[in-house]
């Protein structure tokens, strides 16, 4: 994850930023940060849970949607510009899309770890989802093939809920029945 040169950048500076940029850029509170281009197994492992999640919600509330796509953090009790393009966001609150984004917060948000971004995802990313309240927040690590699930207490803070590393399957808290195979996502050929 790289961080802009400049210490302060508008949110107006930003939107000019991107309309010159092919990068995916994200911006918090002033500060905007470029992603790495995905890897071959971030792909595979981002379309395999996209299948898995697209397939679960099929005639329920909720909709999954994949990089690159806007998350505005909206909350009413918490100030602060915040543009993040997740992995991965299921979406059950309607009233927020737009036209070119979401404002609001996703129902769960996953996030796939780069050897560049790990820091981003597992402390900056993770605070900012805690503090806009996603209920549920995967972390998923194709170099150790690993997911952990983080759910939101009643206190507002991430507790772990489940964590797998190289088989068997977690578990959703938020979603009733939505579990993912591990071998399934991070296998190198299609099972």
């Known amino acids: 994850m790289i961080r802009s040169h400049e210490s302060f950048v508008s949110l107006e500076k930003y939107y000019e930023m991107r309309e010159k940029s092919d990068s995916v850029l994200e ?26 999640f697209g397939n679960f919600l099929i005639g329920g509330p909720c909709e999954v949607f994949t990089a690159p796509y806007d998350i505005e953090l909206k909350k009413d009790d918490v100030e602060g510009n915040i543009i993040v393009i997740p992995d991965l966001s299921i979406i059950c609150d309607k009233r927020g899309f737009t036209e070119t984004k979401y404002v609001g917060v996703p129902t769960l948000v996953v996030e796939i770890l780069s050897p560049s971004n790990q820091s981003h995802d597992l402390i900056t990313k993770l605070n900012l989802y805690m503090k806009y309240g996603v209920k549920e927040y995967w972390i998923v690590n194709p170099m150790l093939d690993s997911i952990t699930i983080y759910i939101l207490n009643h206190e507002g803070m991430y507790e772990q809920f489940d964590i797998k590393t190289g088989q068997g399957k977690v578990i959703s808290k938020e979603f009733a029945g939505l579990d993912v195979d591990l071998e399934y996502v991070f296998s190198p050929i299609g099972l």
């Not at 281009?37 to 299948?51: A, C, E, F, N, W």
């Open 27 to 52: 911006y918090i509170d002033g500060v905007v940060y470029m992603s790495p281009s995905p890897s071959t197994k971030h792909q595979r492992v981002s379309s395999r849970l996209l299948l898995r």
